[in-house]
């Protein structure tokens, strides 16, 4: 059965760095597309970061872009997001998902991918 277990959220001040981490079980990340979605209080899920099965290429969010980093551990089985120079405005619970077949007009939509993690909080307050 497959489990994505996130960490590595927390509170930071505005500017502050954190790093995300997704750990997979019953699923290999190297066979998957996989991204990272956030969700604040009363807002719809939002896309941050994807990379696609079999590319090297990772996709960002306008709102992250510069300032966001996805990696993969294909060793370890995991992802990871580093976060610098955190506003406020990136408070949410953030989620790692993972997707066999997501085509790249789709890397950004929540529906295209199967299995999700639980979530870690992020907040960015003075």
């Known amino acids: 059965q497959a489990q994505l277990v996130e960490s590595g959220g927390g509170l930071v001040q505005p500017g502050g760095s954190l790093r995300l981490s997704c750990a997979a079980s019953?699923?290999?990340?190297?066979?998957?597309?996989v991204a990272w979605f956030r969700q604040a209080p009363g807002k719809d899920r939002e896309f941050v970061a994807a990379t696609k099965l079999n590319s090297g290429n990772h996709v960002y969010a306008d709102s992250v872009k510069g300032r966001f980093t996805f990696s993969r551990d294909n060793p370890k089985n995991m992802v990871h997001l580093q976060m610098n120079s955190l506003k406020p405005e990136d408070t949410a619970v953030y989620y790692c998902?993972?997707?066999?077949?997501?085509?790249?007009?789709?890397?950004?939509?929540?529906?295209?991918?199967?299995?999700w993690g639980q979530g870690t909080q992020v907040t960015v307050s003075s």
């Open positions: 998902a993972a997707g066999q077949r997501v085509i790249t007009s789709s890397l950004s939509r929540a529906s295209a991918y199967d299995y």
């Open positions: 019953g699923v290999t990340f190297s066979r998957y597309s």
